[in-house]
């Protein structure tokens, strides 16, 4: 139990277009979603936490407006990143947060590659 | 605030060896402690944790971590490593009544056959 897919696992793009990232969570519903970014050799960072149905919170120095969240369902989260540029290449991660358990863990997705040319 | 120290960012180790990787976290209030493994081009799976209770916290995988709440550290032991261990290991901690967690810069750890 507890499986959370993403979707592309890669991607690559030409700088100035947008992508789309999506993070499900297959079994069981998240009622919150994080997403971080993970540059190489480095620890993640994260991003923003999105709970269903409300706007997401941003992390300080995050581009609000070009990293687009949405947590339209209990089970899926996107991440747009619009106008992509070079140095938003890296790996994404989301994360999701059921209603069960001891409400600490996180599961985690298995990331998404982007790179922009 | 609160931070998280893994001062060694590589360690290899020989097969059926013991490992010990380290963690050091600051916090001016009280948190929750896990450690997770990152395998190559995957996302992160939670070895173990610490809530409450034993300061010796028992995962998957034959990993073990302990609580020391005076030396502020989480330290994760493994008493032989296998081949199959090789992978990134990430600290982390969580405050009370916080969402966010606050990751480690990752220690690799590589075995030698």
């Known amino acids: 139990g507890a499986v959370v897919s993403q979707h592309p696992s890669w991607v690559i793009c030409k700088s100035g277009t947008s992508v789309k990232i999506e993070c499900r969570s297959l079994d069981f519903q998240a009622t919150t979603m994080f997403w971080y970014r993970q540059f190489p050799k480095q620890s993640l960072m994260l991003m923003a936490t999105s709970n269903e149905g409300s706007k997401a919170t941003y992390e300080q120095g995050v581009e609000k407006d070009k990293f687009l969240i949405n947590h339209a369902s209990l089970t899926l989260s996107t991440l747009t990143v619009t106008s992509a540029h070079p140095e938003d290449s890296s790996f994404y991660i989301c994360?999701?947060?059921?209603?069960?358990?001891?409400?600490?863990?996180?599961?985690f997705g298995p990331g998404t590659r982007l790179t922009v040319t | 605030a609160q931070s998280v120290t893994q001062l060694d960012s590589q360690v290899p180790v020989f097969e059926e060896a013991p490992v010990e990787l380290r963690c050091n976290y600051s916090?001016?209030?009280?948190?929750?402690l896990f450690w997770y493994v990152q395998y190559p081009n995957q996302g992160l799976q939670l070895l173990l944790k610490y809530l409450s209770g034993s300061t010796l916290v028992k995962g998957i995988n034959g990993f073990e971590a302990e609580f020391n709440k005076s030396q502020t550290s989480f330290h994760l032991r493994k008493p032989s490593v296998h081949i199959s261990d090789t992978a990134e290991y990430f600290c982390a901690v969580r405050r009370f009544g916080n969402e966010k967690l606050t990751f480690g810069t990752g220690t690799r750890l590589t075995i030698i056959p």
């Open positions: 916090s001016s209030v009280s948190v929750y």
């Open positions: 994360s999701a947060r059921g209603l069960g358990g001891d409400g600490t863990e996180q599961y």
